[in-house]
């Protein structure tokens, strides 16, 4: 049976709060809702502490599913030694530790967001939908599947092919750099790249609409193409300088 609510899926956030903010408006989430965010909540953009601050907040305004991202597993790693911190740190932690307080270790993580990441899911299944972080094998129960295939495998749609369950597969990690979703009719990626002038995107599964919001809190006007895009157009025009070129104001960079 099919619950009362939407099933709204969530790409990867990246501490890109306000774009979350301006989504979660747009969605006005309802108590018998489900959002289910894909995983990387954080790393990467500014605010990842805020964005598990409102996280948490949402857990009291409808229901929420955590699906654990490569870059949360990356940091539940750096108990594991100077070596897993260093990495995380690289790939985007040090974004992470300053959005508590510039300069900030490990140990300013407060409780309550080390609970709320142990409480992130591998995947998330329904009758009909499948929501992973990264990816799928199409003829192994979701229960069989290791790390790399759920939180690190690229999505790649050459070398993909439908569920064997028959459900479609909902999942985030693999960058769209266009801003555009990537749908294979039994497969979805809805990692928009955000934090790299792409947008957020939430996606109610049955019905199909969807909302995408900007890493400065704009929600997408129909058909608005992403900033990149914009600007390399704009540089293709002569109307601003090449990046790399001028006094770095127009400058894209990853
Ligand atoms: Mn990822």
Redesign the pocket.
């Known amino acids: 049976m099919r619950a009362p609510g939407r099933l709204i899926a969530v790409g990867?956030v990246h501490g890109c709060l306000h774009a979350l903010e301006c989504l979660l408006k747009g969605v006005a989430p309802r108590p018998e809702d489900c959002l289910v965010f894909l995983?990387?909540l954080i790393d990467n953009g500014r605010d990842s502490a805020a964005v598990l601050d409102r996280i948490l907040e949402l857990r009291r305004q409808c229901q929420v599913v955590m699906v654990r991202?490569?870059?949360e597993e990356l940091l539940l790693a750096v108990h594991e030694g100077e070596a897993a911190l260093r990495y995380w740190e690289e790939v985007g932690g040090v974004n992470t530790l300053n959005s508590y307080r510039f300069g900030a270790g490990i140990d300013d993580i407060p409780e309550a967001h080390w609970v709320l990441l142990f409480d992130q899911v591998q995947y998330y299944e329904t009758e009909q939908f499948i929501f992973t972080?990264?990816n799928y094998v199409s003829d192994l129960p979701l229960v069989d599947h290791v790390e790399h295939e759920l939180?690190w495998a690229l999505f790649e749609p050459e070398n993909l092919r439908p569920h064997h369950s028959g459900k479609t597969v909902i999942v985030?990690?693999t960058e769209q750099r266009n801003g555009e979703i990537l749908d294979l009719g039994f497969a979805i990626c809805i990692?928009t790249a955000c934090w790299k002038h792409g947008w957020l995107t939430a996606l109610e599964v049955h019905s199909r609409q969807v909302w995408q919001a900007s890493r400065w809190g704009m929600m997408r006007t129909d058909g608005e193409p992403v900033l990149r895009e914009r600007l390399m157009s704009a540089v293709d025009r002569g109307l601003v300088v090449s990046a790399g070129t001028g006094d770095g104001r127009t400058g894209l960079v990853d």
Do not use: F, K, L, Q
């Open positions: 990867d995983g990387d991202g490569n870059h972080h990264a939180r985030g990690h990692d």
